[in-house]
């Protein structure tokens, strides 16, 4: 484990030799002294995990330098140690962000020792949780969140690379199981927030009479039952992203308290006076159709402009043609991975299989059929019958809606060309239709095609 | 004008070495060898009629007498920073100082002919 390094700058040279003999006793410590402020400020570049700072020091005071420290790296814990006890000093440097103020007596080696200690694990512990972010934003890195080939997943990138590069809201569409929190996750945590908290909450998990002070909080005595102060999930995701879950599902009294939260950026616990400030990024995601719902009267249309944003609409995985099979490797992969096997080849039988199969519950479900098919094939292969399909749910998903023959034959055309990324002729190969019939039908806007 | 008062007073000092005679007397050598730049600047900043001068030296001087020297001295150094941080730099201070002086060249020699 690296050294944890102490700057001390200190003219006396007499009470400098004292610190650092104190300080040094620790074999875990790398202590540097200097003898003015300005070498001080000159070696910020090797990035100390700690500064103890004199007050009066021959080319400034203590608090020139605290500032010029805390303007390079505001995180770096910097303790003002000073001969002088003068109250308005002390208060000055610790609104200027000291992390305290030592008078030099005999007391100071015992609470500087203290004091190196306690910034010494809450450094340990923010390195450890900047590591994890790290590594969770690895985790979320867009080539590990999505896997497909497909244009409409191609689309789906370049559309989540520009979402995380700016603070746009973005609301996400898709079917169950299309990976809407994990576009969410993958925005927030490739953007500039990525280190700042994802809060992610289900607006249909939570019931209805909690929901309002779940999101924002409430004080103390603010209904029965209400013992304590709590911070709602939109404070908890201040500096950061929050995630609204089936947003359509919030009704329609909290969505116009949601929309006043949206527009003022500021809230009000239930039960409270005091404003909050926020500085949150939202995202929402439905799996129903958000227009439709305005048109509904279900979803309040002002609220619906503030959050649409930057629309990001997850195609189903039967539209995703052959990233079906990229998907289904990658999920035996990962679970051979994690449970030490060897990892099974898929038969073309199989194959086959998963791509006339039509996934309602999208690439949840496939993942979750690849891990039984992993468990349930011999070893080496995963054959047709290792694959356990729902062998209804194909035929309930086509005629669940009652819809004109026109109308179905629309809904079939235009999944076979997202499937094919929209290639008409393969698109008429594959049904054994005219390609003319196609392009007559994109002529009447019966089809829509990519620009 | 010479003192037969022992001037220094090492238990603060011991307890801070914890014990580690070695660093005990680099303390007292890094003591020596930079009071007397000290002292000279306060005769300096009366000289300029620079009380900051002053004050800073004494101040610069506190911590080690502090924990070195015996209450007299101590007490000398505390007076002249205090009266010079109001600009103070009257014949009383002046006296101060002079017998800071004083007693700094003694507690010098004094702990070089210590055992």
Known sequence: ?451 | METQEKLYDLSKLEKLCEGDKKFMDKMIQIFIRDTPSQIEKIKTGFELKDAEMVRFAAHRLKPAMQNICSKIMIDEVIFLEKETENGNLNEQVFEVSKRLEIHSNEIIKQLLQRD
Request: glycine content about 6%; hydrophobic content about 35%; overall charge negative.
């Open chain 1, 1 to 451: 484990m690296e050294n944890f390094k102490i700057f001390v700058v200190e003219d006396d040279a007499w009470y400098g030799e004292l610190l650092e003999y104190h300080l040094s006793m620790n074999p875990d410590y790398a202590v540097q002294k200097f003898l003015n402020g300005k070498d001080c400020i000159g070696h910020l570049t090797e990035s100390p995990d700690l500064i103890t700072l004199d007050y009066s020091l021959p080319d400034g005071n203590g608090l020139d330098f605290l500032k010029k420290i805390k303007q390079y790296d505001p995180d770096i814990p910097v303790i003002i140690i000073s001969g002088q006890d003068n109250i308005n000093t002390a208060v000055d440097l610790l609104r200027h962000g000291a992390y305290d103020y030592l008078i030099k007596d005999e007391n100071t080696k015992d609470r500087l020792w203290n004091m190196v200690m306690r910034i010494k694990e809450n450094t340990s512990l923010k390195k450890q949780v900047d590591v994890l972010k790290d590594e969770l934003g690895k985790k979320y890195d867009f080539s590990k969140t999505i896997i497909g080939n497909s244009l409409a997943i191609r689309k789906i990138f370049s559309m989540m690379e520009k979402a995380s590069q700016t603070n746009i809201n973005v609301s996400i569409t898709g079917e169950t199981g299309t990976g809407k929190e994990l576009v969410a996750k993958a925005i927030h945590y490739n953007g500039e927030r990525k280190k700042k908290p994802f809060v992610a909450v289900n607006m249909a998990a939570i019931p209805k009479d909690l929901i309002e002070s779940e999101l924002f909080g409430h004080e103390r005595g603010s209904f029965t039952g209400s013992t304590g102060r709590k911070i709602g999930l939109f404070e908890q995701a201040n500096g950061g992203t929050i995630f609204l879950d089936e947003i359509a599902e919030l009704d329609l009294n909290l969505q116009s308290k949601l929309l006043r939260v949206l527009q003022e950026r500021e809230l009000t616990r239930v039960g409270g006076e005091e404003k909050v400030k926020l500085d949150v990024r939202v995202i929402v995601a439905t799996h129903k159709n958000l227009k439709e719902e305005v048109a509904l009267k279900n979803f309040r249309e002002d609220l619906y402009y503030r959050v649409i944003g930057l629309p990001i609409e997850l195609p189903a995985l039967r539209e995703r043609g052959s990233d079906v099979l990229l998907l289904a490797k990658y999920f035996v992969e990962d679970f051979c991975k994690s449970n030490n096997l060897s990892i099974p080849s898929i038969h073309a039988d199989t194959q086959e299989k998963l791509l006339g199969y039509h996934f309602p519950g999208n690439v949840r479900e496939l993942k979750a059929l690849m891990d039984v098919a992993t468990v349930m094939c011999n070893g080496k292969e995963i054959t047709a019958d290792d694959v356990n399909l729902s062998a209804t749910a194909k035929q309930q998903n086509l005629i669940s809606e009652e819809k004109t023959l026109r109308a179905y034959t629309q809904d079939i055309i235009q999944h076979f060309l997202r499937k094919y990324d929209h290639n008409v002729v393969r698109v008429a190969d594959k049904l054994d239709i005219g390609k003319s019939t196609i392009y007559k039908m994109i002529q009447n806007k019966e089809l829509e095609m990519p620009n």
